[in-house]
């Protein structure tokens, strides 16, 4: 199979790259390393997938590029390119949200018409629920988008609704619920938690700190991703992906205080414009229809996190492969 993985240089799209290269497929990688982040954090993310002979890289802006070759020569799509977060999604920047996650993916979907039946896998978010009347939320609760963020998430997934039903693309798309790992980016609550704890510093909670995420570690969602292309019954679909149980965010840091083996000092901050109370996922249309179900562990997967964020800190060698902390992979 030869894929194309767009964001293959952003947190999942690595991930996701570096499962398919393990398991014999070819892919071309798509990214254009938009400035939400820093540069080398993903050149380190995408140094193992470069060490296959199999993957290739193609440095293009998917709101302005030709992607016509790109799609039709591939088996399957899986389109992570996007521009994340909630908080910094108003103002200006809000610009930013609609070209990459708006536009590139109409010009992703214009080009993918021409060859409907390769499977195209979108990658949502639960920001598209906003603040959800009802808890674990099923994939026909009427989303309410809390955030500038969600509501370009929730356009992408109406554009793949209207090419599957005008155009017969076979789009899938996945909201996932708060993912979290190795190579999370640096503006995510897990990411900036460990490097404070690490460091003996003090940890910034935006809220109380009960409120609770159905936090999915980044294997489940590498693994939903993969099987959502192969399913010809997901098509047109939309699924949940979460990791089976909500987690406040004082119990995460629980969690991590244990693994530090030191008190943590936390300060309680008001919480920020576009973060939702609680989110959590009724996955039983995944469960039935894809056949997936999270298998990480809350500790397991901190553990990991926990483990990846040392070994880039100065002094310490950056690693590559997968962490040693999490059981089942």
Same mark, same amino acid.
């Given at each position: 199979? $030869? %894929?194309?993985? +767009?964001?293959? &240089?952003?947190?999942?799209?690595?991930?996701?790259?570096? =499962?398919?290269?393990?398991d014999g497929h070819a892919v071309v990688g798509v990214d254009c390393f938009n400035d939400n982040y820093a540069r080398p954090q993903k050149?380190?993310?995408?140094?193992?997938?470069? &060490?296959? #002979?199999?993957? #290739?890289?193609v440095?293009?802006?998917?709101?302005?590029?030709?992607?016509?070759?790109?799609?039709?020569?591939?088996?399957?799509?899986?389109?992570?390119?996007?521009?994340?977060?909630?908080?910094?999604?108003?103002? $200006?920047?809000?610009?930013?949200?609609?070209?990459?996650?708006?536009l590139a993916t109409q010009h992703l979907l214009e080009a993918a018409r021409k060859v409907p039946d390769t499977p195209f896998v979108y990658a949502s978010s639960s920001s598209i629920y906003g603040q959800a009347e009802t808890l674990p939320t099923s994939e026909d609760t009427l989303p309410q988008p809390f955030s500038p963020y969600?509501?370009?998430?929730?356009?992408?997934?109406?554009?793949? *609704?209207?090419?599957?039903?005008?155009?017969?693309?076979?789009? /899938?798309?996945?909201?996932?619920? =708060?993912?979290y790992g190795p190579r999370q980016r640096p503006d995510m609550a897990f990411y900036s938690f460990c490097q404070a704890a690490l460091a003996g510093e003090e940890i910034v909670v935006y809220g109380d700190g009960e409120q609770t995420r159905d936090?999915?570690?980044?294997?489940?969602?590498?693994?939903?991703?993969?099987?959502? %292309?192969?399913?010809?019954t997901a098509a047109g679909g939309v699924f949940n992906v979460?990791?089976?149980?909500? /987690?406040? /965010?004082?119990?995460?840091?629980?969690?991590? %205080?244990?693994?530090? +083996? *030191?008190?943590?000092? /936390?300060?309680?901050?008001?919480?920020?414009?576009? #973060?939702? *109370?609680?989110?959590?996922? #009724? +996955? +039983?249309?995944?469960?039935?229809?894809?056949?997936f179900e999270a298998r990480t562990e809350i500790e397991n997967g901190l553990a990991a996190e926990l483990e990846w964020v040392e070994s880039t800190l100065p002094g310490n060698r950056q690693r590559v492969g997968p962490s040693s902390f999490v059981e089942g992979r």
């Open positions: 199979m $030869r %894929a194309l993985v +767009t964001g293959c &240089a952003g947190f999942i799209g690595s991930h996701l790259t570096e =499962s398919l290269l393990r050149l380190a993310n995408l140094a193992h997938a470069q &060490a296959w #002979d199999h993957f #290739d890289f440095p293009i802006d998917l709101a302005r590029g030709d992607l016509y070759s790109l799609v039709v020569e591939s088996d399957c799509v899986f389109h992570l390119a996007a521009e994340p977060g909630v908080r910094a999604s108003w103002g $200006r920047r809000f610009e930013h949200y609609l070209r990459n996650n708006v969600g509501v370009t998430k929730l356009a992408g997934e109406n554009l793949c *609704r209207l090419y599957h039903a005008n155009h017969a693309v076979r789009t /899938v798309s996945l909201r996932y619920f =708060s993912v936090f999915t570690y980044v294997d489940d969602i590498v693994t939903a991703t993969r099987v959502a %292309a192969t399913r010809p979460g990791g089976g149980s909500q /987690v406040s /965010v004082n119990h995460a840091l629980n969690i991590l %205080a244990e693994f530090t +083996t *030191r008190a943590l000092g /936390v300060r309680y901050l008001e919480s920020e414009h576009g #973060d939702v *109370r609680d989110t959590g996922a #009724d +996955t +039983t249309r995944a469960r039935h229809l894809l056949g």
